[in-house]
């Protein structure tokens, strides 16, 4: 996906449409209270989407080693936020990542920083999910990928269904995730079970 471009020509645009949006709501702009909004909502919408910006290779920076290591690898409980494309509202929640390497290890502090550059973005949790496992086999060449997503969704809480508690789960199999039920069962069985102090 191409970068997006921030500039300065951009910005007061985007605190203009935000200034019309105001007015279309009912609200006048111009009292003290919302002043400041459309300059704030431009500031928090561009860092709540710079994912677009960032660029994986260079999130990775070379932290890709060559090491005869070929058991499973987990991250879990990676906390990610992000923005439902279809309302614009947040959906957040916990990221599980798993790979079985084949001679290749990564540094496990970029598992999270693949996450969030996807989850800066304007998301599907489905989408999310698929873009770090296809990153991740992309870069790793791995003998297998999982990778589970549980998220908690404003659009379905705040809005439209008014469920609070429902949570959504979605899931991203490679290779031995996907082929042997065994590997498959180790990784959801170690992703729900809690750390022992």
Request: hydrophobic residues 40%.
């Amino acid at each position: 996906m191409p970068k997006r471009q921030v500039t300065r020509r951009t910005a007061p645009s985007m605190e203009d449409s935000i200034r019309r949006l105001l007015v279309d709501l009912g609200e006048d702009p111009k009292r003290e209270g919302l002043r400041k909004t459309p300059a704030r909502v431009a500031e928090s919408l561009r860092f709540l989407t710079q994912g677009y910006a960032q660029d994986l290779e260079q999130t990775l920076n070379g932290a890709v080693f060559r090491e005869n290591y070929s058991e499973m690898v987990i991250v879990r409980d990676i906390d990610f936020f992000s923005l439902c494309e279809h309302h614009l509202l947040p959906f957040y929640g916990k990221c599980h990542v798993a790979y079985v390497p084949a001679g290749k290890l990564i540094g496990l502090s970029k598992i999270p920083r693949v996450v969030e550059v996807f989850a800066r973005r304007l998301q599907m949790q489905e989408r999310l999910t698929q873009q770090v496992a296809d990153c991740l086999e992309r870069t790793l060449e791995p003998r297998g990928v999982a990778v589970v997503t549980e998220a908690y969704h404003l659009c379905m809480s705040m809005r439209g269904v008014e469920k609070q508690n429902a949570w959504a789960v979605a899931s991203a199999m490679r290779g031995l995730f996907l082929k042997d039920y065994r590997t498959r069962e180790e990784f959801v069985g170690l992703i729900h079970r809690r750390p022992t102090s």
